[in-house]
């Protein structure tokens, strides 16, 4: 009998493991979850009895093409349905993109920090990831990406707003960037946020991809949409790079439940959006208590605020989860914090002042 193992992949050595976000404590006193930048809102009563309603038929397979809500985001961005590939949440979709553009030998540019995913996800391709630092003001570093392009570039990942510092790159910028990136390279937009950008110099990736080939848009139900947990995201994206994220997708992966959920969410999207308006004014609130308490904070653009703590992140996070708000550390670096509830926001609020007061 062999005693060896099975072989895996060796690009899978020192993948770094995805840390979900920490769930809020259970038992004895109130937690909130800010660790994860969900919607704190829970489902509208429409969505939740169309997605019930699904669930009766899943001894089915789902529609594999997602036909109908195909239909739908095509009609609401002004886009053939050709260009519009669904998947797994947009991290599916992201990885689908990799997988098809990228392997060993080939590199992703992606700025550092940004979404943890991007690691991860290229890793697993085989290809090599190229980090380039963001600016000192925790924006992404255009200029630097575009220097750091190489004959083997095959995917550049801009992530806007950044998650997790919540800046955002303007028009001008990033269109003289695209102009930068040689026409056989893909630039991934993941507006994973859009809905809670505020400043209008920040551009909607839409527009941008129209004119531009080499330009593919993520975007996602799991945030202003607040169907995290059911998984669906999509990229707009001219072909070939559409059909070949239709080639790559797991089949079936996202479920009827989550089909029908997601288009009965773009049809309620008046009040969906009437939640996100009031996420964005307790951002607001919460960015600039911050500041009155004097912190330095970037300013957002999306449903998280950043705090660059260095050595200090672990026992401002732990701080956080004694007063029962439970935030996403980045040891050493900083701190992200969703926004929430009124509530979870005045605690965190609380505890960020006797922080501040104590440093
Ligand atoms: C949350 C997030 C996503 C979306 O994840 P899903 O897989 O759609 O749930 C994508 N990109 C970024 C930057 C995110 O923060």
């Not at 920490?22 to 809102?41: D, M, R």
Request: aromatic share 8%.
């Amino acid at each position: 009998m062999s005693e060896k193992s099975p072989k895996l992949r060796a690009e899978l050595d020192g993948i770094p493991t995805y840390k979900p976000g920490k769930p809020a404590a259970s038992g004895g006193a109130v937690a909130y979850k800010l660790s994860s930048n969900e919607n704190p809102y829970p489902p509208l009563p429409g969505v939740l009895e169309t997605a019930v309603a699904a669930a009766g038929s899943f001894n089915r397979y789902p529609d594999m093409a997602c036909t109908g809500l195909v239909a739908e985001l095509a009609e609401r961005f002004g886009v053939p349905v050709e260009h519009i590939a669904t998947g797994t949440g947009s991290v599916g979709v992201a990885q689908s993109l990799i997988q098809s553009t990228a392997g060993p030998g080939d590199e992703v540019i992606y700025a550092w920090r940004s979404f943890e995913a991007y690691p991860i996800i290229t890793q697993i391709s085989g290809a090599t990831s190229v980090r380039v630092p963001l600016t000192d003001g925790d924006v992404h570093d255009l200029d630097a990406m575009a220097e750091a392009i190489t004959e083997r570039t095959r995917l550049i990942f801009v992530c806007n707003p950044n998650n997790p510092t919540g800046t955002a790159v303007r028009r001008a910028e990033l269109e003289r960037f695209l102009d930068r990136v040689p026409s056989d390279v893909l630039v991934v937009l993941d507006e994973a946020y859009k809905e809670f950008v505020r400043d209008p110099e920040v551009p909607d990736g839409i527009e941008l991809y129209r004119d531009r080939p080499n330009v593919a848009v993520l975007r996602t139900f799991s945030k202003a949409y607040g169907l995290a947990g059911l998984r669906v995201g999509f990229a707009v994206a001219h072909e070939p790079v559409a059909a070949a994220l239709r080639k790559t997708a797991v089949p079936f992966g996202v479920s009827q439940l989550a089909q029908d959920a997601a288009v009965a969410s773009l049809r309620a999207e008046d009040e969906l959006l009437g939640r996100v308006g009031s996420l964005v004014c307790e951002r607001t609130r919460v960015y600039e208590g911050l500041v009155a308490q004097g912190w330095t904070v970037p300013d957002t653009q999306a449903n998280f605020v950043w705090m660059r703590l260095g050595e200090r992140t672990a026992d401002f996070a732990a701080a956080c989860e004694k007063a029962g708000v439970v935030v996403r550390p980045f040891p050493g670096e900083g701190l992200r914090v969703t926004i929430g509830e009124t509530e979870a926001n005045d605690l965190f609020l609380h505890t960020a002042e006797a922080f501040f007061k104590e440093l």
